[in-house]
């Protein structure tokens, strides 16, 4: 079946740039997703791509997918204390339209 | 515009006794909502999918005797926990699709609901 897969931690200093990088297996995938979760919360999507895309930039975050090796990143620019989170990669299945996570990476932005 | 809520926020309950969790979006008509269910450090994991008006299905595994998922209107589903045992504690989080034209097929996420079962 479908597999998302992540690195489970990831630990910068404020300022610097923050890269969490995500593999996934189904190559149906038509959108994917990077979802933010804080502490007791529930998910916040902050931004997509769309499977024919290579990159999308949005602010401080840009997103590389590179749909030969199932390879998506999300890079934060100038991290801040406030990104300290749980972010999670998604991929939708692009037979059933499901929702598939990856195990989720835990940022620490140290000052 | 586009939020779900979740009600309650927190339950703690004794065993074999049953919990409704409700899944709420406030200012859209969701034809479609996901259960998940999350443990601690652990990704999320689809439970079912509801449809307005029709039974919901679920994935492999998830007992629907268990686990009985009711959508009667475009803004409220409901999970209920039924004869709930500790394993069954676990933060349970909803989404809503909107019944809207979707341009990337968003899941709008509800808060969560902690469910602790003694």
């Known amino acids: 079946g479908e597999d998302v897969e992540q690195s489970l931690f990831l630990s910068v200093r404020e300022g610097d740039s923050s890269v969490i990088n995500c593999t996934y297996t189904?190559?149906?995938?038509?959108?994917l997703y990077w979802y933010k979760q804080e502490p007791g919360a529930g998910l916040q999507l902050l931004t997509y791509i769309f499977s024919n895309m290579d990159m999308k930039q949005d602010q401080r975050l840009t997103v590389l997918l590179n749909k030969k090796d199932k390879h998506l990143s999300l890079r934060i620019a100038d991290t801040q204390t406030g990104d300290s989170a749980i972010y999670f990669c998604?991929?939708?299945?692009?037979?059933?339209?499901?929702?598939?996570f990856g195990q989720g990476t835990t940022l620490q932005v140290k000052p | 515009g586009a939020v779900v809520s979740q009600h309650p926020s927190w339950v703690i309950c004794k065993s074999g006794t049953s919990v409704k969790i409700e899944c709420r979006s406030l200012d859209f008509q969701a034809t479609t909502m996901f259960w998940y269910r999350q443990f601690p450090k652990q990704s999320l994991m689809l439970m079912a999918t509801s449809n307005e008006g029709s039974k919901a299905t679920y994935e492999q595994g998830v007992e629907k005797d268990k686990f009985l998922i009711n959508h009667a209107s475009l803004t409220l589903s409901t999970l209920t926990v039924t004869s709930a045992h500790p394993e069954d504690s676990s933060f349970y989080i909803c989404?809503?699709?909107?019944?809207?034209?979707?341009?990337?097929?968003?899941?709008?996420f509800g808060p969560g609901t902690r469910l602790t079962v003694l």
């Open positions: 189904d190559s149906s995938s038509t959108y």
């Open positions: 989404s809503a699709q909107s019944a809207g034209v979707v341009i990337y097929n968003e899941q709008f």
């Open positions: 998604a991929e939708m299945d692009g037979n059933t339209g499901k929702l598939i």
